[in-house]
């Protein structure tokens, strides 16, 4: 099976940076993937993570380092409307190519 | 181009009914999937759809259970209703299995 690790909260002010980290245990890994949720909305894909290294789109990065199971989601530059929940997500080869979600980081901007 | 639609938005139901969800993926997408989100639980997996064929099926009781059309509309339907079955449903849609997965905005079940 598989199981993904995240904070569960996080609280930063404007224009700082924040990292959630992620860690993942999966018996066939294909990649790590990040969703944005703003509150009574609908999950929105951030970016997306199948080889180690850095991914940068905008403001947001993604890091993957697949030897130690984790990545981060790095916010730069923060601003009010980056409050929302945050998920990593993982494709397991061995789980059926089953897209499991952790359990979410809620992020909390402060002026 | 439209996005994913998912009917009804909100729902009360009483212990022991049934409910069906509906969701309409995105023109062309043929890869559909179902989460149970919940304040304590996070995104659930509950089944994906590829063609009209159930692909996967996430741990959950048989009370749940789901299909594809062949226009890639998608059910959901949950039978003998338990008051931990209130959450939220989303259903995500995709062409086939990438990463890149787009959400609906979801089922709000409350069960009395």
């Known amino acids: 099976g598989q199981s993904l690790e995240q904070p569960s909260e996080v609280t930063a002010v404007e224009g700082a940076i924040v990292q959630i980290n992620c860690t993942y245990q999966?018996?066939?890994?294909?990649?790590l993937s990040w969703y944005q949720q703003h509150d009574g909305g609908a999950p929105t894909f951030l970016s997306y993570?199948?080889?180690?290294g850095l991914e940068e789109t905008g403001r947001f990065s993604s890091f993957l380092s697949r030897s130690d199971s984790y990545g981060y989601l790095l916010l730069q530059e923060l601003q009010m409307k980056d409050s929302a929940s945050y998920f990593c997500?993982?494709?397991?080869?061995?789980?059926?190519?089953?897209?499991?979600f952790g359990g979410g980081t809620r992020l909390m901007v402060k002026p | 181009k439209a996005g994913v639609t998912q009917t009804p938005r909100y729902l009360i139901k009483t212990r022991g009914q049934q409910v069906t969800l509906s969701c309409s993926p995105i023109?062309?997408?043929?890869?559909v999937s179902w989460y149970q989100q919940t304040p304590g639980q996070g995104l659930q997996f509950l089944f994906e759809y590829f063609s009209e064929t159930q692909r996967n099926k996430g741990n959950f009781p048989g009370r749940f259970s789901g299909r594809q059309f062949s226009n890639s509309r998608s059910e959901m339907n949950v039978s003998t209703l338990e008051l931990g079955d209130s959450a939220l449903y989303l259903c995500?849609?995709?062409?086939?299995?990438?990463?890149?997965?787009?959400f609906g905005a979801g089922s709000r079940l409350t069960v009395l």
């Open positions: 023109s062309g997408h043929r890869s």
């Open positions: 999966t018996s066939g890994f294909y990649g």
């Open positions: 997500a993982v494709r397991d080869g061995a789980a059926g190519n089953m897209l499991t």
């Open positions: 993570n199948a080889l180690d």
């Open positions: 995500a849609s995709s062409l086939d299995r990438e990463n890149v997965l787009t």
